[in-house]
């Protein structure tokens, strides 16, 4: 079992940053690839980012790339997301996900999740 639990989503200004933090308890934290994904009023969660165990392999979507970075510190059991240049149109409900790597961008797939946390970028 993993639980999740995730933390730094505030108001912020169009070009502002958060880290958001997924804080995980469980002993097989490791074991999992970890994803983040985000829903916006009215829409469809959407995947945002995920990374390997070891973080040797990560992924994002298109329209965070060169914006976001995901790592994650097994040590600690926690997963980030750093946000910079944030956008009125990245504001959604992060929630992070503990799953498989094969299937990071499939929200379906995902074993475990987090409450979310909410991210308001303000322009």
């Known amino acids: 079992q993993v639980q999740l639990i995730e933390s730094g989503g505030r108001l912020v200004q169009a070009g502002g940053s958060l880290r958001l933090s997924c804080a995980a308890s469980?002993?097989?934290?490791?074991?999992?690839?970890m994803g983040w994904f985000r829903q916006a009023a009215g829409k469809e969660r959407e995947f945002v980012s995920a990374?390997?165990?070891?973080?040797?392999?990560?992924d994002y979507t298109d329209s965070v790339k060169g914006r976001f970075t995901i790592s994650r510190d097994n040590a600690k059991n926690t997963v980030y997301l750093q946000m910079n240049n944030l956008k009125p149109e990245d504001t959604a409900v992060y929630s992070c996900?503990?799953?498989?790597?094969?299937?990071?961008?499939?929200?379906?797939?995902?074993?475990?999740w987090g409450q979310g946390t909410q991210v308001t970028v303000s322009s």
């Open positions: 990374i390997t165990w070891s973080g040797g392999n990560i």
């Open positions: 996900a503990a799953g498989s790597w094969l299937a990071r961008a499939d929200y379906s797939q995902y074993n475990y």
């Open positions: 469980g002993r097989t934290f490791s074991r999992f690839a």
